[in-house]
């Protein structure tokens, strides 16, 4: 039973020993490692980083979406339409769900539009504008996710 115990003990006293010398650290060995970890580092940035893509940075007709004097119908935000008097939410709603629109005078096409609306349309007409549709603000036209 002790010849086992003391066998244990120098095995396991030997799973910790270190198998090798460790080998000196040199100045020439650390610059050697240094430009090494340099060279990877910088390939490996080089292979990360993607050239610059050719995105559209800025909508030619952002003054139109509600910030300018105009409205374009078929990109605009329904909130756009709250500083037009009567306009929010029943005729606003009806312009943003229906379109897209390829004149200003389509808009009196949709359906359901009472009389008022057509008023008050027809009063804020000459402010409307159309614009091609862009994927990026047509998602956005029924609700943007702003909220108080």
């Known amino acids: 039973m002790k010849l086992a115990i003391i066998s244990a ?4 006293a030997a799973a910790f ?3 090798a010398q460790p080998s ?6 650390a610059e050697a490692d ?3 970890f340099l060279g990877a580092a910088a390939a490996f940035g080089a292979a990360v980083i993607p050239a610059a893509a050719n995105a559209k940075v800025d909508y030619e007709g952002i003054a139109n979406l509600g910030g300018g004097s105009q409205i374009d119908l078929n990109n605009a935000n329904v909130r756009a ?3 037009l008097s009567g306009m929010y939410p029943g ?5 943003v769900t229906h379109g897209p ?9 949709i359906p359901g539009l009472t009389a008022g609306e057509k008023e008050v349309i027809k009063k804020y007409e000459s402010r409307f504008v159309v614009g091609a ?11 943007n996710g702003l909220y108080r």
């Open 9 to 12: 003990l120098v095995a396991s």
């Open 17 to 19: 020993a270190p198998n």
């Open 24 to 29: 000196a650290q040199t100045a020439l060995n």
């Open 34 to 36: 240094r430009r090494a």
């Open 81 to 83: 339409y709250l500083r």
């Open 91 to 95: 005729a606003a709603g009806k312009i």
């Open 101 to 109: 629109y390829k004149t200003v005078s389509e808009v009196y096409n």
């Open 133 to 143: 549709p862009a994927p990026e603000y047509v998602i956005d036209r029924i609700n």
